[in-house]
């Protein structure tokens, strides 16, 4: 296979691009519509960089869908199944968002920047053209727009001495997703400690599109005496702490409950939600499906390009929608959605690769991988 993805004007820059490009960026993907860095070209290095160290991750692609007015706090309820009655400003939220047939549209972080504007900072979907039809249809007092925010992970165990060195010791008071607008050298910014990885981080939302390169320089040499170096949201380490892929893991039927985001809803608040209805129906009578981690025997396999079919004496069980060789557990692990009858820990089931059949064992996720 030789082809490649052409760059052209439909498809939307980082403002991190140039940057990226610079760091020796080697693949992309395309999510919300803009490039999206996934490799520098060492996927080991990249993940025990961000085991070990610290690594800068452009995901400028996770928009923000911007709220705002004085139903904003009215809107942002109605399209989540989540209680925000709660909510401060100033604080973070993992909210999943469902159409009215309780079906996931995305999984966003919610935050609050005040009472009436909220960012919804979303995975791969078109929340912006949802949000703003229900907003519309139903009259509600606000804006829906794409703010020029961009996030600029650092992520790691060393990005908390990153971060102290840029600014302070306040941010290592923030708690999971809460987060602050400040700036740097004049940069606007808001600062929140969040990231797709479970080893520790902060995200920066670049508030100036025209100053990517100077922010990625500026963490750039902060990071230089914590051996710093770019990564991207790292499959390997997603795969081990069973963080949920929109779109990856996902399809078009999957529900909240089938990939472990139950424990996220809050179906008996008085407040309306889309969705409402039918995700307590499903929450009564149990999802027909579930998320689970598989281990795979035989040898070190690479990542799968489709979803492979789960089976179980020869009879379709499921998919496997992502796999990798765990460098912790040191053996192959996946993720897969499968039916639930099937889905408790142990049970024996074959993946059809496309190399053909392997055995396969269900676990848990996220998988045990202490070292
Ligand atoms: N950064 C920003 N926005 C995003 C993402 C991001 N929006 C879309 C997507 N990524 C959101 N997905 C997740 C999923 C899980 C987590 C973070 C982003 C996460 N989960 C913790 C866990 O599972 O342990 C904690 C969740 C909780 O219990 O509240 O961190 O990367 N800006």
Redo the contacts with the bound molecule.
């Keep these: 296979m030789t082809f490649s993805l052409a760059i052209g004007p439909r498809v939307r820059k980082s403002p991190f691009f140039d940057a990226t490009v610079a760091a020796g960026v080697t693949h992309f993907s395309i999510y919300n519509h803009m490039y999206m860095p996934v490799s520098y070209g060492d996927a080991e290095a990249e993940y025990w960089r961000l085991i070990r160290g610290v690594c800068l991750w452009d995901?400028a692609c996770?928009r923000q869908v911007e709220i705002v007015g004085p139903d904003a706090a009215a809107l942002a309820q109605y399209l989540s199944p989540r209680d925000l009655s709660r909510c401060e400003p100033g604080q973070g939220?993992?909210v999943p968002l469902c159409d009215h047939t309780g079906r996931l549209i995305?999984?966003?972080?919610l935050l609050k920047l005040s009472q009436d504007r909220f960012w919804f900072?979303?995975?791969d979907s078109d929340v912006l053209l949802w949000a703003r039809a229900i907003a519309a249809e139903r009259g509600y007092d606000v804006e829906v727009r794409e703010p020029d925010a961009s996030?600029l992970?650092v992520q790691g165990p060393k990005a908390e001495a990153v971060i102290r060195d840029l600014f302070g010791d306040w941010p290592r008071t923030l708690k999971?997703?809460w987060f602050r607008e400040t700036e740097l050298d004049g940069i606007p910014l808001v600062l929140?400690r969040?990231?797709?990885s479970?080893q520790g981080g902060f995200?920066l939302?670049l508030l100036d599109g025209t100053r990517g390169t100077q922010l990625w320089n500026l963490v750039w040499e902060a990071g230089r005496p914590y051996d710093i170096g770019p990564g991207t949201?790292n499959y390997i380490e997603r795969v081990e702490?069973?963080?949920?892929s929109?779109g990856g893991d996902t399809d078009a039927d999957t529900n909240p409950f089938e990939v472990n985001l139950g424990k996220?809803l809050d179906l008996d608040i008085e407040a309306d939600f889309i969705g409402k209805a039918a995700l307590r129906e499903i929450a009564r009578s149990g999802p027909k499906r579930r998320q689970v981690g598989l281990f795979l025997d035989g040898a070190r396999m690479a990542p799968n390009k489709h979803p492979w079919e789960v089976t179980l004496k020869g009879q379709s069980v499921g998919k496997l929608t992502v796999v990798t060789y765990s460098l912790k557990l040191e053996r192959n692990i996946a993720i897969a959605l499968i039916e639930s009858g099937v889905c408790e820990p142990g049970h024996e089931l074959e993946v059809q690769t496309m190399d053909g059949p392997r055995r396969a064992q269900v676990t848990g996720l996220p998988f045990r991988c202490r070292v």
């Excluded at 995305?106 to 972080?109: A, K, R």
């Excluded at 702490?241 to 949920?244: A, Q, Y």
């Design positions: 995901v996770e939220k993992y995305n999984d966003p972080i900072s979303i995975a996030p992970a999971y997703f929140a969040s990231g797709w479970k995200e939302y949201p702490s069973g963080l949920l929109y996220y």
